[in-house]
């Protein structure tokens, strides 16, 4: 995990999970991680063992949090030399930005550091916080610096918010479950405006639901929080299985707030 820099003062967070066999690349990185314009690409690429030349690209939008009207990513072409990829606790460089037809758009720097190194520094944040006589007991309730990089290692849809999903699937299996302490959030679940789940208990078990999309029409789900359960906020996990793709997510809402999920064909 890490961050794009595109001039001094914007930076964006971004993941990248990949795997290297015999040199080729495969993956798939997200950027603005639980942001208003996540978006998730795979990736593919390459490692050169002997020469340690590394290089990515992303080449296939999965999904996005950004409008789809007038819909044009701009995707990064990462190249540099790693040593010891599968080793190597961080590297960085310059990306360019092509757009899906090859024009150049924004281009930048690529900072990345391993998802241990990140958790392990949060830890030591967290020690020096509650050890300090300067913060207020308040704030060391509050504040915590591994939570916050746990939050950015997972996606999540907040209040209002709407990820589209492209697929390529005419199915597309649509499961929701409580992936933590099961405490009796309970939901409302609307397909293209059809309440499908009513009053809806969460519980450890999937609800899995088969949805069908169409060309050139769009499924879109709508999750309503009737409550917060017993521990505040009402979280649904969310898992997204097509040909292609497995997508997980989460929504995070306090009552009656609600989030959209819109299934985009692509065929």
Same mark, same amino acid.
Request: aromatic share 8%.
């Given at each position: 995990m890490g961050a794009i820099k595109l001039n001094d003062s914007a930076f964006i967070s971004y993941k990248l999970v990949f795997?290297?066999?015999?040199?080729?690349?495969?993956?798939?990185?997200?950027?603005?991680?639980? !942001?208003?314009?996540?978006?998730?690409?795979?990736?593919? !690429?390459?490692?050169?063992?002997?020469t340690q030349d590394f290089s990515f690209k992303e080449y296939d939008i999965v999904y996005t949090k950004s409008p789809v009207d007038n819909f044009d990513m701009c995707l990064v072409h990462f190249s540099n030399s790693v040593r010891k990829l599968k080793t190597n606790k961080?590297?960085? =460089?310059?990306?360019?930005?092509?757009?899906?037809d090859s024009k150049p758009c924004l281009s930048g720097d690529l900072f990345m550091t391993s998802v241990e190194i990140a958790q392990a520094r949060a830890e030591k944040i967290d020690k020096k916080l509650q050890k300090s006589?300067?913060?207020?007991?308040?704030?060391?309730?509050?504040?915590?610096? =591994?939570?916050?990089?746990?939050?950015?290692?997972?996606?999540?849809?907040?209040?209002?918010?709407?990820?589209?999903?492209?697929?390529?699937?005419?199915?597309v299996i649509f499961s929701i479950y409580d992936s933590g302490k099961v405490d009796n959030d309970r939901i409302n679940l609307y397909i293209n405006d059809k309440l499908v789940?009513?009053?809806?208990s969460l519980t450890a078990k999937k609800q899995k639901i088969i949805l069908t999309t169409i060309k050139d029409a769009t499924v879109r789900v709508r999750i309503e929080a009737i409550n917060e359960g017993l521990s505040s906020p009402n979280t649904v996990k969310i898992e997204i299985l097509d040909n292609d793709n497995l997508i997980s997510t989460r929504t995070i809402l306090n009552t009656s707030e609600d989030a959209f999920i819109t299934f985009i064909n692509k065929i």
């Amino acid at each position: 995990m890490g961050a794009i820099k595109l001039n001094d003062s914007a930076f964006i967070s971004y993941k990248l999970v990949f795997e290297e066999t015999d040199g080729t690349i495969k993956g798939y990185s997200i950027s603005d991680l639980g !942001g208003p314009y996540e978006t998730k690409s795979n990736i593919t !690429g390459s490692y050169n063992q002997d020469t340690q030349d590394f290089s990515f690209k992303e080449y296939d939008i999965v999904y996005t949090k950004s409008p789809v009207d007038n819909f044009d990513m701009c995707l990064v072409h990462f190249s540099n030399s790693v040593r010891k990829l599968k080793t190597n606790k961080m590297f960085e =460089g310059k990306f360019e930005g092509k757009y899906i037809d090859s024009k150049p758009c924004l281009s930048g720097d690529l900072f990345m550091t391993s998802v241990e190194i990140a958790q392990a520094r949060a830890e030591k944040i967290d020690k020096k916080l509650q050890k300090s006589k300067r913060v207020s007991a308040e704030i060391k309730d509050k504040f915590s610096a =591994g939570v916050t990089v746990d939050t950015l290692i997972q996606s999540s849809i907040k209040k209002g918010e709407n990820l589209n999903i492209f697929t390529k699937s005419k199915e597309v299996i649509f499961s929701i479950y409580d992936s933590g302490k099961v405490d009796n959030d309970r939901i409302n679940l609307y397909i293209n405006d059809k309440l499908v789940l009513e009053n809806f208990s969460l519980t450890a078990k999937k609800q899995k639901i088969i949805l069908t999309t169409i060309k050139d029409a769009t499924v879109r789900v709508r999750i309503e929080a009737i409550n917060e359960g017993l521990s505040s906020p009402n979280t649904v996990k969310i898992e997204i299985l097509d040909n292609d793709n497995l997508i997980s997510t989460r929504t995070i809402l306090n009552t009656s707030e609600d989030a959209f999920i819109t299934f985009i064909n692509k065929i």
